[in-house]
């Protein structure tokens, strides 16, 4: 097949390129994102490879059948940035990666939560500084604490199971609760009640957008740590800032922001951000923001790599598609 790879960064040509050519796939990487203006650019491929920053609507997904795409591979568990009815609409199937270490994903949240916490990124600049006092960097003990977990997939799993290790007592909500997991499942008021840590780890649908709102803020208790590397737009930003400023919220871990498409994955240490709400959360001193990194371990990039090109095989072999995703559980 030959394989147009779109939003290339650096660290996976290599690895890609690799498992490519061992299966005998040609491979052409672009650094553009994928939307309705670079679609033209797969012309003359079979298949498209995307990642989460990668815009594939409904005028996307026209412009790639017009140029004869027969594959969708999404180098990514997520799926909310397709338009699964288009692509079942214009007969382009779509496969994904569903899982390549949950535990990449559940231990960055804890950095996250040890860092804001501990304050590690404050004394990390003080002593740099060769300012050695410690006045302002007291955090609490996580053990005992309760943590409230939203979405206990493979994930949300993974971290509960960790936060167990340091003695915190675990609520969970998820629609479908597993039994067989040392938590405890609640009713949402309950967990936003009752935990002083709070970890999303549901995916991102219309039912779940924004579930992070002004009224969930006004459930939760003072000094809240919120804690996001599920989808940005999970949380509404506004009502955050908002909570921020009136100290409801203790501190918030963000990997993920409803706006990062343009921003995410990029240099822009030159440049002068248009987005305000962005530049003002990046102004409170306890809000740490990564940029959709969570993910990015060596052997979750391994995985996903191999994973990838595996479903591009399949479905040249005419092999049925286990990592299909269909256009029914659209935005699961
Ligand atoms: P998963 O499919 O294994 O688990 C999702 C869980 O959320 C399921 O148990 C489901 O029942 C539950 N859920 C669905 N609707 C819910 C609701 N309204 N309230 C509470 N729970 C609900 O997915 P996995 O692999 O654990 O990933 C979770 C999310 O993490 C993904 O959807 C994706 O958005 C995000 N993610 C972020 C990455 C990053 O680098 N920051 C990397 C990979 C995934």
């Given at each position: 097949?030959?394989?147009?790879?779109?939003?290339?960064?650096?660290?996976?040509?290599?690895?890609?390129?690799?498992?490519?050519?061992?299966?005998?796939?040609?491979?052409?990487?672009?650094?553009?994102?994928?939307?309705?203006?670079?679609?033209?650019?797969?012309?003359?491929?079979?298949?498209?490879?995307?990642?989460?920053?990668?815009?594939?609507?409904?005028?996307?997904?026209?412009?790639?059948?017009?140029?004869?795409?027969?594959?969708?591979?999404?180098?990514?568990?997520g799926?909310n940035?397709?338009?699964?009815?288009?692509?079942?609409?214009?007969?382009?199937?779509?496969?994904?990666?569903?899982?390549y270490?949950?535990y990449?994903?559940?231990?960055?949240?804890?950095?996250?939560?040890?860092c804001?916490?501990?304050?590690?990124?404050?004394?990390?600049?003080?002593?740099?500084?060769?300012?050695?006092?410690?006045?302002?960097?007291?955090?609490?003990?996580?053990?005992?604490?309760?943590?409230?977990?939203?979405?206990?997939?493979?994930?949300?799993?993974?971290?509960?199971?960790?936060?167990?290790?340091f003695?915190?007592?675990v609520?969970?909500?998820?629609?479908?609760?597993?039994?067989?997991?040392?938590?405890?499942?609640?009713?949402?008021?309950?967990?936003?009640?009752?935990s002083?840590?709070?970890?999303?780890?549901?995916?991102?649908?219309?039912?779940?957008?924004?579930?992070?709102?002004?009224?969930?803020?006004?459930?939760?208790?003072?000094?809240?740590?919120?804690?996001?590397?599920?989808?940005?737009?999970?949380?509404?930003?506004?009502?955050?800032?908002?909570?921020?400023?009136?100290?409801?919220?203790?501190?918030?871990?963000?990997?993920?922001?409803?706006?990062?498409?343009?921003?995410?994955f990029?240099?822009?240490?030159?440049?002068?951000?248009?987005?305000?709400?962005?530049?003002?959360?990046?102004?409170?001193?306890n809000?740490?923001?990564?940029?959709?990194?969570?993910?990015?371990?060596?052997?979750?990039?391994?995985?996903?790599?191999?994973?990838?090109?595996?479903?591009?095989?399949?479905?040249?072999?005419?092999?049925?598609?286990?990592?299909?995703v269909?256009?029914?559980?659209?935005?699961?």
């Amino acid at each position: 097949m030959k394989i147009a790879f779109f939003s290339t960064q650096i660290f996976e040509k290599d690895l890609f390129f690799k498992y490519a050519t061992q299966n005998k796939h040609e491979i052409t990487f672009f650094e553009y994102a994928l939307n309705a203006k670079t679609a033209q650019l797969a012309q003359g491929h079979d298949c498209v490879c995307c990642f989460v920053s990668d815009l594939l609507d409904e005028e996307t997904i026209k412009e790639l059948q017009q140029i004869k795409i027969r594959l969708i591979s999404l180098r990514s568990a997520g799926f909310n940035h397709v338009n699964l009815d288009a692509a079942s609409q214009f007969h382009i199937p779509v496969v994904r990666v569903p899982a390549y270490s949950p535990y990449s994903v559940a231990e960055h949240t804890a950095a996250l939560l040890m860092c804001l916490n501990r304050k590690i990124h404050k004394a990390y600049a003080r002593v740099k500084e060769q300012n050695f006092k410690i006045d302002g960097l007291m955090g609490f003990d996580l053990h005992g604490k309760t943590v409230g977990v939203i979405g206990t997939g493979k994930i949300g799993s993974a971290f509960a199971k960790i936060m167990n290790g340091f003695g915190c007592r675990v609520l969970a909500y998820d629609p479908q609760p597993n039994s067989e997991l040392p938590v405890e499942y609640v009713t949402l008021e309950k967990l936003y009640s009752q935990s002083k840590i709070i970890s999303l780890h549901l995916p991102l649908n219309p039912e779940t957008h924004h579930l992070i709102n002004e009224e969930a803020f006004s459930k939760m208790m003072d000094g809240v740590f919120l804690l996001n590397t599920g989808r940005g737009a999970l949380i509404d930003t506004i009502a955050l800032i908002n909570a921020l400023k009136t100290n409801k919220i203790g501190a918030a871990g963000l990997d993920v922001y409803e706006e990062e498409e343009g921003v995410f994955f990029k240099d822009l240490s030159n440049k002068i951000l248009s987005d305000d709400v962005l530049t003002r959360l990046l102004t409170f001193p306890n809000v740490i923001m990564t940029s959709h990194q969570a993910f990015f371990t060596e052997e979750a990039v391994n995985n996903i790599a191999q994973t990838t090109i595996d479903n591009i095989t399949q479905f040249e072999s005419f092999n049925k598609l286990p990592n299909q995703v269909l256009s029914k559980t659209h935005y699961k």
